[in-house]
């Protein structure tokens, strides 16, 4: 299975910052990758696929970029609801996998 | 409103069965590949398996986890995905996400459930 790590594991971040979180495969995924969100007792929302295409309804203050192995997520104006837990995914091949999460907080 | 639901969790004994239903409504279920997530409590994201659609002949993938004593299947008269758990053991215990993928290919999941709680436990 492709092994993805997520990083930093944590995060805490002021109002107004750009903020990155990378994601590394342990294998070319090409840009077979998506970012996801997940508040606290609800459901993973998606925010990007294809590694840079936002999906629908989604702030355009998130941005992904990257290709093969090494993936970035972007929130380049932080704001309080971006408080959650982002998960990169590959799904490239069976099975498919995800990072181990970044959590972000809000300082 | 493109909606997915989940029932069917609950309390069940190390080695016993369950059965999961997802019920879909506001787009057309039978275009769609449908996945499984799971969330172990206070752990991150694990992808169970997926359920191709009729025009990929129903075929399904399965994380190693968990081949061989869950199976995946779908009604499409009923809009409805299931996932039968057999042989549980502890380490399942989760909230289990139906979730649809992108009708573009290979697809990411862009709806999600809202989740049931599986708990195994003697």
């Known amino acids: 299975d492709i092994q993805m790590t997520q990083s930093p594991s944590t995060l805490s971040s002021s109002v107004g910052d750009r903020v990155t979180i990378t994601c590394r495969a342990s294998q070319s995924i090409d840009s077979w990758l998506a970012w996801y969100q997940q508040k606290p007792g609800k459901a993973p929302k998606l925010l990007i696929y294809?590694?840079?295409s936002l999906e629908s309804g989604v702030p355009s203050r998130f941005s992904g970029s990257g290709s093969g192995t090494e993936f970035t997520l972007t929130i380049s104006s932080l704001q309080p609801d971006d408080s959650a837990t982002y998960y990169c995914q590959q799904y490239k091949s069976y099975s498919l996998t995800f990072g181990q999460g970044t959590k972000l907080e809000i300082k | 409103e493109v909606q997915l639901v989940e029932s069917g969790g609950g309390l069940v004994q190390p080695g016993g069965s369950l059965r999961l239903s997802c019920a879909a409504s506001g787009f057309t279920f039978s275009d769609h590949y449908m996945d499984w997530v799971r969330q172990a409590p206070g752990k991150g994201l694990e992808w169970v398996g997926r359920g191709r659609n009729k025009a990929n002949g129903y075929t399904t993938e399965y994380a190693a986890s968990v081949k061989g004593r869950f199976t995946i299947s779908r009604d499409d008269s009923k809009n409805s995905v299931y996932l039968q758990m057999n042989s549980l053991k502890t380490e399942d215990t989760a909230v289990y996400y139906c979730?649809?993928?992108?009708?573009?290919?290979?697809?990411?999941?862009?709806?999600w459930g809202h989740g049931t709680t599986v708990t195994v436990s003697s």
């Open positions: 294809k590694a840079s």
């Open positions: 979730t649809r993928a992108q009708s573009t290919m290979p697809p990411a999941s862009d709806i």
